[in-house]
Nanobody
Framework: QLQLVESGGGLVQPGGSLRLSCAAS????????IGWFRQAPGKEREGVSC????????LYADSVKGRFTISRDNAKNTVYLQMNSLKPDDTAVYYC???????????????????????WGQGTQVTVSS
């Protein structure tokens, strides 16, 4: 059974940092493109970042570019989202998602969209507040 489990969320002050983890069980994460999404109260879920399954290319939403970094540790079967300089607007439930679709070329830009992904975690709450 394919399962994704997010962890690392919590309460942090503005300007602080958190590192989210997305651990996989039942499948080998390095063969999957992984996306991080978030959903704030009253808003639609949005793509934050993704890492592909060919050359580990990454994409970021403009709102997090320069502050968030996605990476993977294949030995731990885990993908991380390092979040620095956090703002109150970053408050949301964060989800990771996986797909076997290959992300490359002009189609790679679509990998910040929900429909690309087949497997989702349950989410972890991130709250940025003083």
């Amino acid at each position: 059974q394919l399962q994704l489990v997010e962890s690392g969320g919590g309460l942090v002050q503005p300007g602080g940092s958190l590192r989210l983890s997305c651990a996989a069980s039942g499948f080998t994460l390095e063969y999957y493109a992984i996306g991080w999404f978030r959903q704030a109260p009253g808003k639609e879920r949005e793509g934050v970042s993704c890492i592909n399954n060919s050359d580990n290319s990454t994409l970021y939403a403009d709102s997090v570019k320069g502050r968030f970094t996605i990476s993977r540790d294949n030995a731990k079967n885990t993908v991380y989202l390092q979040m620095n300089s956090l703002k109150p607007d970053d408050t949301a439930v964060y989800y990771c998602a996986a797909t076997r679709r290959l992300g490359y070329g002009s189609g790679w830009a679509l990998f910040l969209m929900e429909f690309v992904y087949d497997n989702w975690g349950q989410g972890t709450q991130v709250t940025v507040s003083s």
